[in-house]
């Protein structure tokens, strides 16, 4: 018993873990997509760039910058210290090849970022729009979910262990002949 709790343990926590990650994406997906098409549309790179500076080490919010073609940032309100967030070259390859680049970045050591990265065509320039944000939230919920889950894991071992203990002593006690 104590192999398929386990398993069923791995699943459940495999599931819900995928399932926070991929639900992180969801709005930068939305604006990435969308920044994208305004900026072939219209162009004006600046237009699609909040004015607001995100922190990327202690804001929640998600950001946006905009790369060149050699992945060199034009602009954004994505900020590390204080310069716009560095992104490997490589990120922008795969975007390129792909259609779209998700992924997660960790530009300083403690930081994680969900990101999307969709390359664009526009009027003023090419190159490539990057949504994303901070990890911190959903992360601190993963680890909870372990520890839940790893509780339910032992009490249900607990639980199986019991319940064996009395089946075999039942059984070993109606086993022995009676003596008259």
């Known amino acids: 018993m104590a192999i398929p709790i386990t398993l ?18 969801d709005p930068q997906i939305q604006m990435a997509e ?8 219209s162009g004006a790179l600046l237009d699609q760039v909040p004015q607001n500076k995100v922190d990327i080490q202690t804001s929640l919010a998600p950001f946006i910058i905009l790369y060149d073609t050699e992945g060199n940032p034009i602009a ?11 992104t490997p070259k490589g990120v922008f390859t795969n975007a390129h090849a792909w259609g779209e680049n998700r992924r997660t970045l960790e530009p300083q050591a403690g930081v994680r970022i969900a990101s999307i990265v969709v390359p664009f065509v526009g ?3 090419n190159g490539y729009v990057l949504v994303g944000r901070n990890m911190r939230e959903v992360e601190s919920r993963i680890a ?21 203990y009395i089946a075999w002593f039942l ?3 109606s086993a022995k002949p009676t003596v008259l």
């Open 171 to 173: 059984l070993r006690r």
């Open 144 to 164: 909870d979910m372990e520890i839940m889950l790893f509780l339910a894991w032992l009490a249900t071992q607990g639980a199986v262990f019991v319940a064996s």
């Open 34 to 41: 969308d920044i994208a098409a305004a900026l072939q549309q």
């Open 123 to 125: 009027r003023e320039a």
């Open 8 to 25: 069923l343990c791995g699943i459940v926590y495999v599931t819900a873990q995928q399932n926070y990650r991929q639900n992180l994406n």
């Open 76 to 86: 954004g309100n994505g900020y590390q210290g204080s310069s716009l967030m560095k």
